[in-house]
């Protein structure tokens, strides 16, 4: 099973998943050991697949750091955080994160798209 840290030690997830509005972009920010990342990528893969039938889902993408780095980033956009949330409280997924190896740190976090003038169009 996947430990799970707080990505911000301020505002927490469950914070965050009593949020309003929409869209959102999960973010999670996953360590393992190496010798568990293939077990890694089946959970991950395992827990994409139910969370893409979940209402307001939009995508995911994983990323796995380089040069035999054994961190991975994932982002998920949901339209909404209710949508978010009422997916990743479902019992079903919550179930499965109890296939992730032992050594599997999770980090996730909820962020929202900025406007930055003459860089990011929101």
Known sequence: ???????????T?????QAEGGPVVLINLF????????????AWA????????????????LHQGIAGSSTF????????????RNAFTHPEFQRRIADYPAS????PHLVRKLSVENHCVA
Not at 1 to 8: F, G, N, T, V
Not at 31 to 42: C, G, S
Not at 46 to 57: L, R, V
């Open 1 to 11: 099973m996947a430990h799970i840290e707080e990505l911000d030690k301020i505002v």
């Open 13 to 17: 997830l469950a914070d965050q998943m």
């Open 31 to 42: 360590t393992v050991d190496a010798k568990d990342e293939q077990a890694l990528l089946k």
């Open 46 to 61: 395992h827990d994409a697949d139910f969370m893409k039938s979940q209402p307001g889902y939009i995508s995911t993408q």
């Open 73 to 84: 980033v994932n982002y998920a956009i949901w339209q909404n955080v209710y949508s978010f």
């Open 104 to 107: 599997a740190v999770a980090r």
